[in-house]
């Protein structure tokens, strides 16, 4: 049985790279050859054998017990030898090489000098809540329809008007279109472009199972995303997969209202030209808010909108900054976001996106195919010793309490008035 490789480094650190053998002193390592620089010229020597027939072999350790560090001794060679000679056996007891080993460790350990390795004592460990940047989704649609497309691309197909407030995302695939709305209903949205009379329904749990349809649900989800976000004035940076905010009026620096953690309004600058501190000079570049917005599914029926914060970077309020140029300034920036910062960044864009409301809605017409995500951060309990008090803040905006209206949408009892802010996506659609 081998000695263990922790056992054999405990040995060799314990013995300072020595031979233990009284007045011997001869360090263990040797210079080499240029192929083998370090020649290893230690042993490890049993003081009880490791076999029953060896030298001192006669106890009653384990042959575990025969290969841990309290029963091995450093030596050189030599020294090895001579204890396991024959005629040495008397002199060169248990005991005897027992205090040789103790004696040299501690003469080793005095000679380096090192300070006690003292266990730091932890800070008390405490109860805590830890918040996400993940919304739970309440409602997904139940059912989703298609039907054989009379055109090709998807940007042919032009949704009809539908009632007021409803979002029609839609994708075209395998030359079918698909979409939350009932295609079997002939006012329906896309009835133009459709075959009504060929629709398929399907559950939409069907789609979640099988890899390649749970691809076109998320593309349907994405859709949604695009819908709504267009409707709030984000913008789709395609190549980073991510919605920002851009200037209302060229080179003039944009807020907006929100709830932040701790108050009950506030503004937030979501576009500036940062300034230089020493001199005040703006720079030359501009911030733009933005935020990664992705679905996943997390459990057999559950779903989550991941809400990630992030940074756009432009020359004017408009033409994109190539990576290399800014990668630095934004991850020193996002760097220096600790614990509270983030979660008010988070908190930000959940107030935004859900219109300081409990939920985020997207309405796809009637009450049971609505996708609706709650706006309150997921959460759990967690023991630790906490976080440093500067960075440990609390705040009591952890949910939105509902009023009439809001109650009455969740229920489908009123529809989304807000037609008047358009139907306008962003640019550009997540793939």
């Not at 300072?16 to 263990?28: E, H």
């Not at 090895?80 to 205090?99: C, F, M, N, P, W």
């Not at 698909?178 to 009504?196: E, G, M």
Request: hydrophobic letters at 35%; a negative charge.
């Amino acid at each position: 049985m081998a000695v263990p490789v922790a056992q054999q480094r405990k040995l060799t650190q314990r013995s300072g790279n020595i031979c233990a053998f009284p007045g011997c002193g001869l360090l263990l390592t040797a210079q080499g050859t240029p192929e083998d620089p370090v020649v290893v010229l230690g042993e490890m020597a049993h003081i009880v054998a490791e076999s029953p027939n060896g030298p001192r072999g006669d106890s009653p350790l384990t042959p575990e017990e025969r290969n841990r560090y309290e029963n091995l001794i450093l030596l050189c060679n030599q020294h090895h030898q001579l204890i396991d000679s024959e005629g040495a056996l008397a002199k060169y007891t248990v005991e005897r090489l027992h205090a040789m080993k103790e004696t040299h460790e501690q003469r080793i350990e005095r000679r380096l000098g090192g300070r006690s390795n003292v266990p730091t004592e932890l800070p008390p460990m405490v109860n805590d809540t830890v918040y996400s940047n993940v919304l739970p989704v309440t409602q997904m649609p139940r059912y989703i329809y298609g039907a054989p497309c009379a055109v090709g691309r998807e940007n042919e197909v032009r949704p009809a008007a539908a009632s007021a407030g409803t979002m029609t995302p839609f994708i075209l695939r395998e030359g079918r279109l698909w979409a939350f709305q009932d295609l079997r209903d002939t006012s329906n949205p896309f009835v133009d472009v459709v075959a009504c009379t060929e629709t398929e329904r399907f559950s939409t749990k069907e789609w979640w199972t099988d890899p390649d349809r749970l691809g076109w649900y998320v593309a349907l989800l994405n859709r949604s995303l695009n819908k709504l976000t267009g409707r709030l004035g984000l913008r789709l940076d395609h190549d980073h997969h991510r919605y920002y905010f851009e200037p209302e009026v060229a080179g003039v620096e944009r807020s907006v209202p929100y709830r932040p953690l701790n108050a009950s309004r506030a503004t937030r600058s979501v576009v500036w030209q940062p300034k230089k501190r020493a001199t005040g000079e703006a720079r030359n570049y501009w911030l733009h808010r933005a935020v990664s917005l992705r679905f996943f599914l997390i459990g057999d029926n559950q779903w989550c909108l991941s809400v990630r914060p992030e940074l756009r970077v432009t020359s004017d309020g408009f033409e994109s900054i190539q990576a290399k140029y800014i990668g630095r300034q934004v991850t020193r920036k996002k760097s220096r976001l600790f614990n509270h910062d983030l979660l008010g960044e988070v908190q930000f864009w959940r107030d935004f996106l859900g219109r300081s409301t409990p939920r985020i809605f997207f309405p796809f017409g009637t009450d049971r195919q609505n996708l609706i995500v709650s706006t309150s951060l997921s959460s759990g309990q967690v023991r630790w010793p906490g976080i440093p008090p500067e960075h440990d803040m609390p705040f009591k905006n952890v949910d939105y309490v509902d009023d009439l209206f809001t109650w009455a949408e969740a229920e489908g009892l009123s529809e989304d008035d807000d037609a008047a802010d358009g139907d306008d996506d962003a640019e550009e659609t997540l793939r």
